[in-house]
Nanobody, 127 residues
């Protein structure tokens, strides 16, 4: 079992950067593909970024491609989301999620495979 705790959210201005972190408990972190999702007020939760077990494969939503970078540090049981050039439409609660994966290169862009979720961290971007 994995427990996930996000941190790093906050209120920033357009064009600023934020780095979200997700700390995972348990000794099996390396067995999980990880992802970030977000939910804006009144909207469905949506995919943001995903990374494979090995960290060698990543995928991004078109809306964040080129601005956001997902990474993982298996030694520290952590996954991060570096967010640059933030826009008002990036305002949302951001969730870290983990999905058991048998293949080292697998990542998931849908919510279905994710078994574990953090509590979320708020990101607010003001113009």
């Amino acid at each position: 079992q994995v427990q996930l705790v996000e941190s790093g959210g906050g209120s920033v201005q357009v064009g600023d950067s934020l780095r979200l972190s997700c700390a995972a408990s348990g000794r099996t972190f390396s067995r999980y593909a990880m992802g970030w999702f977000r939910q804006a007020p009144g909207k469905e939760r949506e995919f943001v970024a995903a990374i494979s077990r090995s960290g060698s494969s990543t995928n991004y939503a078109d809306s964040v491609k080129g601005r956001f970078t997902i990474s993982r540090d298996t030694a520290k049981n952590a996954v991060s989301l570096q967010m640059n050039s933030l826009k008002p439409e990036d305002t949302a609660v951001y969730y870290c999620a983990g999905a058991a994966a048998t293949m080292y290169s697998t990542y998931y862009t849908r919510e279905g495979p994710y078994n574990y979720w953090g509590q979320g961290t708020q990101v607010t971007v003001s113009s």
